[in-house]
């Protein structure tokens, strides 16, 4: 059904379901939203939750085991440098861009108490498994890690940008020849929350193949 996100949604339904297994999975699904990362702050997971939110990610599909995706952690005295890297990432597209536009660039490293990078091999092993795949792969991973943070009262972003393929951010975390750097990934405790968007209906993103007719919409 079409419509807005209905207020009991948009707070993490309890950690141990007490519904039957569909009716939380959907209560899960319909809880997570993203919260931008400067509406994220102290705490984040501990240790334990960190490590159930990573864990999450090696449930997703991966065509020929390949797990072509990896996460980087990004911890607090790492951040300056991931700074610098957005301000001299920002140089390299606008040599001239002002102290103010650089130090607006920095500020986004030190924001939510986790950051992640998501990291995609595009090349490494079996060359007949496309990159299309590996993305793939790297999109249900994150939704994982997304889901398992909102399951345990957090919330998340992913967020990009012309950073990401920028020499200095490819310096810094070292990365080789066929790696892409995906998106961020920001967890931390709301600060503060938006109402929830408006979802698309079935109908609006589901077809129904018709041989001689195409594709046509479908009737949900």
């Known amino acids: 059904m079409a419509g807005r996100v209905d207020e009991a949604m948009r707070e993490p339904p309890a950690a141990a379901p007490a519904a039957a297994p569909a009716d939380w999975a959907a209560a899960l699904l319909q809880a997570r939203q993203t919260i ?5 702050g102290a ?3 501990d240790a334990a939750q960190l490590q159930a939110i990573m864990a999450a990610a090696a449930h997703a599909p991966d065509h ?3 797990l072509p995706w990896r996460f980087v952690i990004v911890p607090r005295d790492a951040r300056a440098a991931l700074a610098e890297a957005f301000a001299q990432a920002l140089r390299e597209r606008d040599p001239e861009a002002s102290p103010a536009q650089q130090e607006q660039a920095r500020e986004k490293a030190y924001r ?5 990078l998501v990291v995609v091999d595009e090349l ?3 060359p007949g498994i496309a990159p299309c795949e590996r993305i793939l792969s790297a999109g249900c991973a994150v939704q994982n890690l997304l889901l398992t943070a909102t399951a345990l009262g957090f919330g998340s972003a992913l967020t990009s940008g012309k950073a990401l393929q920028s020499r200095a951010l ?3 975390f070292a990365l080789q020849e066929g790696e892409r750097a995906l998106c961020f990934v920001s967890v931390g405790t709301v600060l503060s ?5 408006a979802r698309p209906a079935p109908a609006q993103y589901v077809g129904t193949l018709v041989p001689g007719r195409g594709v046509q919409p479908w009737k949900d």
Request: with cysteine; aromatic share 0%.
């Open 170 to 172: 490819r310096t810094l």
């Open 36 to 40: 931008l990362p400067k509406r994220l």
């Open 43 to 45: 705490p984040g997971p």
């Open 112 to 116: 939510a108490p986790v950051l992640l």
């Open 193 to 197: 929350r938006k109402p929830g968007r």
């Open 124 to 126: 490494r092993g079996d």
């Open 64 to 66: 020929g085991c390949l």
